[in-house]
């Protein structure tokens, strides 16, 4: 079995989920008392969190690839960065390490293609949801048509990850809201619907709503075992 190396705590809370996810997959698979080979490496949120929104990408580029380093360093033998957002940077990380990066959209885009989902709405961070980082490998490496919420949809969902999701609080009337942007999503062709913030998970679910939703934690995590266990 590979060790897999994750690049957490952006939040810890979802980080903790990947954690979670991972070993009872393995469990799950390789029964008995298997668990995964992982190295950890979690770094303050609060310092990501500043310059993700003073737009200052590039120091970003340069602290997680360092990071990252750090992670190969510890002989992981590939790297699973725990949140969408940060995959923005994942190419500079890229140029900075020797292991390959199991990127959370192409991981959550081969369970689309595989399920024939063509037309999918996307919620997740401002960041996510509004640059082309993440929409543009969708549509030009999958053909996949990604669709987002208006603009004040995507302030609510945003805010609600930075100031609720990301502290571990989960907020009701945040769920209702959350629920409510999905179905304007399907009223606009949406099949489907992408969790594309690691934290989004902890507040809704498919025993929420009819809508089929993709949960890039869980789809990531299970990926990266997959990855560890068979090398695919």
């Known amino acids: 079995m590979k060790t897999i190396g994750l690049l957490g705590g952006m939040s810890w809370e979802s980080s903790?989920?990947?954690?979670?996810?991972?070993?009872?997959?393995?469990?799950?698979?390789?029964?008995?008392?298997?668990?995964?080979k992982v190295i950890l490496n979690s770094v303050d949120f609060e310092e990501i969190e500043h310059l993700q929104h003073l737009g200052k990408w590039d120091e970003l580029a340069h602290i997680l690839?360092?990071?990252?380093?750090?992670v190969q360093n510890a002989k992981a033998d590939?790297?699973?960065?725990?949140?969408?957002?940060?995959?923005?940077?994942?190419?500079?990380?890229?140029?900075?390490?020797?292991?390959?990066?199991?990127?959370?959209?192409?991981?959550?885009?081969?369970?689309?293609?595989?399920?024939?989902?063509?037309?999918?709405?996307?919620?997740?961070?401002?960041?996510?949801?509004?640059?082309?980082?993440?929409?543009?490998?969708?549509?030009?490496?999958?053909?996949?048509?990604?669709?987002?919420?208006?603009?004040?949809?995507?302030?609510?969902?945003?805010n609600i990850i930075y100031q609720e999701l990301c502290l571990g609080k989960i907020?009701?009337?945040s769920k209702e809201k959350y629920l409510k942007i999905m179905d304007e999503l399907v009223k606009n062709k949406a099949e489907a619907i992408i969790l594309g913030c690691t934290e989004i998970a902890m507040l809704v679910n498919e025993k929420d709503t009819n809508i089929k939703l993709y949960d890039t934690t869980t789809i990531h995590a299970k990926k990266a075992v997959q990855y560890a266990i068979n090398g695919v």
Do not use: W
């Not at 990947?18 to 008392?33: D, F, H, S």
């Not at 929409?135 to 996949?144: A, D, F, G, P």
């Open 16 to 36: 903790a989920n990947y954690y979670e996810i991972i070993n009872e997959e393995v469990k799950k698979i390789l029964g008995g008392l298997h668990s995964a």
């Open 171 to 173: 907020n009701m009337k």
């Open 65 to 70: 690839s360092r990071e990252a380093k750090n």
């Open 78 to 158: 590939f790297l699973v960065i725990c949140t969408n957002t940060m995959h923005k940077v994942a190419p500079q990380i890229e140029k900075n390490i020797d292991i390959p990066i199991l990127h959370i959209a192409d991981a959550t885009a081969e369970i689309l293609i595989n399920d024939k989902i063509k037309n999918v709405g996307l919620l997740g961070t401002a960041f996510t949801m509004e640059q082309d980082f993440y929409k543009n490998r969708l549509k030009e490496k999958y053909n996949l048509n990604v669709l987002t919420p208006n603009k004040n949809d995507r302030k609510i969902i945003h």
